[in-house]
């Protein structure tokens, strides 16, 4: 026989309780009595007998009910429950909630582990799945209890595209980030924040730093050189992320902090820091309390296994002491760093802990880096396939009258089959399938459907570079569309970057970096696949921004023009 399970009622049962209460009951009466005696009848006396009487049978009730519950019988009623629950969560989801008449996957209408078990599980493939979603179910999907994805070049350009009024999902941006430029939620400070990082990415804030751009692109230049010279193979994914890693610390850094923490090959280093945060940000949404448990557990345990929360560690510290040394100087002017722009212009980024300009700092890092990096290695994948593009741009680059190291900021991006090449591998990189989720306070028609104010609607930008109704021939490499006549009218539709002012503040910026690398490269060197080809790189994922875990990224053969 089941064991039963003591019963907390039988406390009110004991002798001595039983005293101490009929003692307290007298102290009562004698209290009442002689404060309101007029009010004290047999009639009051004998009503409270009966209320005390009642109370101890419902005692004794409950002390019997509670003798017969095992611990078996207990656990199936928990379980019951929440059967119970779920079940009321899961027919609300289905057909009583705002999105329930929207097309998607039910699983994906009834919670959030679908997303989760790909973006987090599998690595980062939930974008793909959503483009799967709009094959099946149409241009608009529900995929998430709370989330529409649309899928319709000319909408989303007039939506997305003009500086409406929308809002960024929380959910969405809440991976432990809170004041940083990609995670502020509030429209005034992000607009303010975005017009003063954006002003210092181009134009004459730029042209301070040409000097410090053009060394590193020379670096770049002579890992080529060596690689042609002694017949080495050259690890280009590696190669591209240095130059862009090596520009973006130092602009953000400035130049003598940046020298103290420069990395033999920090390519490598960045992949292992980097590429488990933007895994770790799927965990972090679904789980947020993650955030908050890995700053109590020590460091030495993320040095085995997740290098980015120590990399973190002592990027606060290195800021730290920026700041302690922007306080000390009041404000040097000789330290060109842009992180000293950014604490004068937002207070903010003072906070004692620095954590505001941590975040600000790899954010901008991660994403100036990976970026620049993901797109030439893009670019030169694209050429390497298709050869009679890589010699129409050499021919290019070779007649051209301009400096390629040293050329005026903007100059190079009016070399028109330059300008074809960067723009069409970019359109092409497997880099940006990520969502853009937003939302707007007022209903919103779409075609039959009627959006539910504040909902989360989201886009893809590669849902703009994929559409063939928009792009001939979308998945080929043609650099010659953006030289037709009308070809201005694709320049709508070409979104790597973002929308309007929550768009990418550094894209100037990234767009002549990546001008410079490919000039200098392709005036220079011929690559090609080494010892596999195109079709190879493209089974194996290799082109991603997050390859396989075993993928060395692409490696080439370099020769001399």
């Not at 909408?155 to 409406?164: L, T, V």
């Not at 005034?188 to 134009?203: I, N």
Request: charged content about 25%.
């Amino acid at each position: 026989m089941a064991k039963l399970v003591a019963s907390p009622f039988s406390f009110f049962q004991d002798s001595a309780v039983i005293t101490a209460q009929a003692q307290a009951q007298a102290i009562y009466n004698d209290s009442l009595e002689s404060l309101f005696p007029e009010k004290i009848s047999a009639q009051a006396h004998s009503l409270r007998h009966e209320i005390l009487i009642r109370g101890a049978d419902t005692i004794a009730l409950a002390d019997s009910l509670w003798q017969k519950i095992t611990p078996v019988s207990a656990v199936s009623s928990i379980l019951l429950l929440l059967t119970l629950y779920f079940a009321v969560i899961i027919i609300y989801r289905l057909y009583l909630h705002p999105l329930a008449k929207f097309p998607g996957p039910r699983i994906a209408a009834i919670t959030r582990s679908y997303e989760f078990w790909y973006q987090g599980i599998k690595c980062t493939e939930f974008p793909e799945k959503i483009k799967e979603m709009h094959q099946k179910y149409g241009p608009i999907v529900r995929i998430s209890p709370e989330e529409l994805s649309l899928n319709d070049s000319r909408f989303n350009a007039e939506y997305f595209g003009k500086d409406r009024k929308l809002d960024k999902d929380p959910w969405y941006y809440g991976f432990g980030f809170t004041d940083s430029l990609f995670t502020l939620l509030d429209k005034v400070r992000h607009k303010d924040r975005q017009t003063h990082l954006a002003a210092h990415f181009s134009g004459p804030y730029f042209n301070s730093a040409g000097p410090m751009i053009g060394r590193e692109v020379q670096e770049l230049v002579s890992a080529f050189e060596h690689s042609a010279n002694e017949s080495e193979s050259l690890n280009v994914s590696i190669a591209y992320r240095k130059l862009a890693n090596e520009i973006l610390k130092t602009f953000l850094l400035g130049e003598s902090a940046a020298a103290a923490t420069k990395a033999k090959d920090y390519g490598k280093d960045a992949d292992a820091a980097y590429h488990p945060l933007f895994r770790a940000i799927s965990w972090i949404r679904h789980f947020p309390i993650l955030y908050n448990v890995h700053k109590m557990i020590p460091g030495e345990f993320f040095e085995l296994f997740l290098p980015v929360v120590n990399y973190q560690r002592n990027t606060e510290s290195r800021i730290r002491s920026l700041i302690k040394d922007y306080d000390k100087n009041e404000g040097s002017e000789k330290n060109n760093a842009l992180l000293y722009r950014l604490i004068e212009h937002d207070p903010t980024y003072r906070d004692r802990n620095a954590t505001a300009a941590t975040e600000e700092y790899m954010e901008l890092h991660w994403g100036g880096r990976e970026v620049i990096g993901h797109a030439l290695t893009n670019i030169n994948y694209h050429l390497m396939a298709n050869p009679q593009c890589m010699e129409k741009l050499h021919d290019e680059l070779t007649h051209t009258s301009l400096e390629l190291t040293t050329a005026p900021y903007g100059r190079l991006q009016q070399l028109p089959y330059l300008r074809s090449v960067c723009k069409e591998g970019i359109r092409m990189q497997l880099g940006g399938r990520f969502r853009i989720p937003r939302v707007n306070k007022d209903a919103v028609q779409y075609k039959q459907w009627v959006i539910p104010p504040m909902t989360p609607v989201s886009m893809c930008p590669n849902f703009f570079h994929d559409d063939e109704e928009i792009f001939e021939d979308a998945m080929c490499f043609k650099p010659e569309r953006w030289l037709q006549p009308g070809a201005e009218a694709l320049e709508t539709y070409w979104r790597p970057f973002g929308n309007g002012s929550r768009g990418c503040a550094g894209r100037n910026m990234a767009m002549e970096v990546i001008h410079r690398a490919v000039a200098n490269v392709v005036s220079k060197y011929r690559t090609d696949f080494d010892g596999i080809d195109a079709d190879f790189c493209m089974t194996e994922g290799m082109m991603k921004v997050f390859p396989r875990s075993d993928s060395q990224g692409l490696t080439v053969s370099v020769t001399k023009y």
